[in-house]
């Protein structure tokens, strides 16, 4: 079985949300499955709160789960066009696989959620694809042929999946970013599978 780790930090629940979204795209296709993660929150001293492991809940990611993974989805809320710094925290801890290369010609892809329209959800997007870049993995996001990405009046970008919350809709996800995010999984899904045939 071909093995995507979907890899997330969530404050509000609306990324999420969108991950266990990706993760039905990713699991629809036949022989790959999602493997859903999440990482610590991290003090202002910068470091990880991994006393404070939920009882429930998606675990927390290692190293281990990158190495073993075929494919990455990487997601984040927005922290002033940025990913969230425990998210950064994790990925500043890669070297390891950067030296080995582990990561290289492996299929990734990135989301985000912003709580207005003009939250930084894409340049967010972007700022996540670097280290994936500098990792070597191979970038994918979601084609103009999805549907919902020229419907949706919310989220929704070529760089990845977006939800855009606020008052207005009380951050539950439309239905045309619900659409994105299983086509962003599924889209990756069938793409890790044909690099491994």
């Known amino acids: 079985m071909l093995e995507i780790l979907v890899l997330y930090y969530s404050k509000g629940g609306s990324v999420k949300e969108m991950s266990k979204i990706i993760a039905r795209g ?20 910068t470091k990880p709160l991994e006393d404070q492991i939920p009882e429930s809940g998606d675990l927390y990611a290692s190293l ?12 984040s809320p927005t922290r002033f066009g940025n990913m969230a710094a425990p998210l950064k925290y994790f990925i500043d801890s890669l070297s390891p696989l950067w030296l080995k290369g582990t990561m290289e010609n492996k299929p990734a892809s990135v989301f985000t959620s912003s709580g207005s329209i003009h939250g930084g959800n894409e340049t967010t997007l972007l700022t996540m694809q670097l280290p994936l870049l500098h990792l070597g993995m191979l970038i994918m996001g979601v084609p103009y042929s999805t549907p919902s990405l020229i419907a949706t ?45």
């Open 64 to 75: 281990i789960d990158l190495e073993r993974c075929q494919g990455l989805v990487l997601g």
């Open 26 to 45: 990713i699991n629809s296709i036949d022989g790959v499955e999602a493997k859903l993660r999440t990482v610590p929150e991290v003090s202002a001293l």
């Open 153 to 197: 009046k919310s989220g929704g970008t070529p760089y990845g999946a977006s939800h855009i919350g606020g008052d207005n809709n009380q951050n539950d996800l439309t239905s045309d970013e619900k659409s994105i995010c299983f086509a962003q999984g599924e889209r990756i899904a069938l793409l890790v599978k044909k690099i491994n045939e």
